[in-house]
């Protein structure tokens, strides 16, 4: 059993930064690959980011690729997203998921595990 528990959204301009972190309770956190989706009023959920078990490999949506990264800190048991260059259609309530499967799933219903969402809000 995994627990995960988003913080860092907010309010921020276009072109801002924010970095998200999910923190994992349990012991086995570094055996799971860790993803982050987000989903805007009236959308389904997607895939944003995500990394594996090492950190060494990750992956991203094509729509943050190259503005948002997603790292992990083993020791800490949490997962971040650096964001960056932020625009409004960036705007959705961002969730963290854990994966017992190895390898990047970008499909959320391989998620095992998922945290309650922080909302993330991009002014034009």
């Known amino acids: 059993q995994v627990q995960l528990v988003e913080s860092g959204g907010g309010l921020v301009q276009t072109g801002g930064s924010l970095r998200l972190s999910c923190a994992a309770s349990?012991?086995?956190?570094?055996?799971?690959?860790m993803g982050w989706f987000r989903q805007a009023p009236g959308k389904e959920r997607e895939f944003v980011a995500g990394v594996s078990w090492s950190g060494i490999n990750t992956y991203y949506a094509d729509s943050v690729k190259s503005r948002f990264t997603i790292s992990r800190d083993n020791a800490k048991n949490t997962v971040y997203l650096q964001m960056n260059s932020l625009k409004p259609e960036d705007t959705a309530v961002y969730y963290c998921a854990a994966d017992r499967s190895a390898g990047v799933a970008v499909r959320a219903r391989t998620y095992d595990y998922w945290g309650q969402g922080t909302q993330v809000t991009v002014s034009s």
């Open positions: 349990g012991r086995t956190f570094s055996s799971y690959t």
